[in-house]
């Protein structure tokens, strides 16, 4: 079945800084990438979200970027402000997948430094 | 629109009760809405697969007879957590993907369990 790492696992950054957040997947036939936003005591949010037909992504400041054939995708926020300070996920959803169920990363704790 | 609810927020029980969450897409139907539990720290881990009229499809190593779920209509679905024990406590988060559509989960606000 469909394996999903991130990394890093915590992300320390200055506001007005970028910050990057790395997920390879292991199923090849994947074709669905959200990324969503958790603040604390609440559930999810969609932040943004990419099909395996294009390679990149942007809303405002933010972006996802997807390498297919390294299985890898990323996400980019730009001029990080206070209020990016969260826990992100990314998540992959195997195009097999009878149900859409999508498989979720371990998390990446991003603290905006002010 | 796309707004997922659950109901309660938050509810503390004494071991060996039963609690229900229940699960509302409010805007939009949905053929299929999904059950997640996340322990402190860590990610979501998908528990069942909920669809309209039929049974759910639960996830390897979750107990049917302990998580039970109901999804009469097409928009709730219900998690019943039976004989309620300590290691159940956990935030319990649906999500529901609205019918026709074959990408986008849209997330409830999350359940909050302790079971004493």
């Known amino acids: 079945g469909e394996n999903v790492e991130q990394h890093p696992s915590t992300l320390s950054v200055q506001e007005g800084d970028s910050a990057v957040i790395k997920c390879t997947y292991s199923d090849s036939a994947s074709n669905y990438f959200p990324w969503y936003k958790q603040e604390l005591g609440k559930g999810p949010q969609l932040i943004i979200d990419i099909r395996s037909n294009v390679g990149e992504k942007k809303d405002q400041r933010i972006a996802v970027t997807l390498n297919k054939t390294a299985k890898h995708f990323s996400l980019h926020i730009t001029e990080t402000q206070p209020e990016d300070s969260a826990v992100y996920f990314c998540a992959a959803r195997p195009r097999l997948s009878s149900a859409s169920k999508i498989i979720f990363g371990s998390g990446t704790r991003l603290s905006i430094r002010p | 629109g796309a707004v997922v609810s659950q109901h309660p927020s938050r509810v503390i029980c004494k071991s060996g009760t039963s609690v229900k969450i229940e699960c509302r897409s409010l805007d939009f139907q949905a053929t299929t809405m999904f059950w997640y539990r996340q322990f402190p720290k860590q990610s979501l881990m998908l528990m069942a697969t909920?669809?309209?009229?039929?049974?759910?499809?639960?996830e390897q190593g979750v107990e049917k007879d302990k998580f039970l779920i109901n999804h009469a209509s097409l928009t709730l679905s219900t998690l019943t957590v039976t004989s309620a024990h300590p290691e159940d406590s956990s935030f319990y988060i649906c999500s529901a993907r609205q019918t026709g559509s074959s990408d986008e989960q849209f997330f409830g606000p999350g359940t909050r369990l302790t079971v004493l």
């Open positions: 909920s669809n309209e009229g039929s049974k759910a499809t639960y």
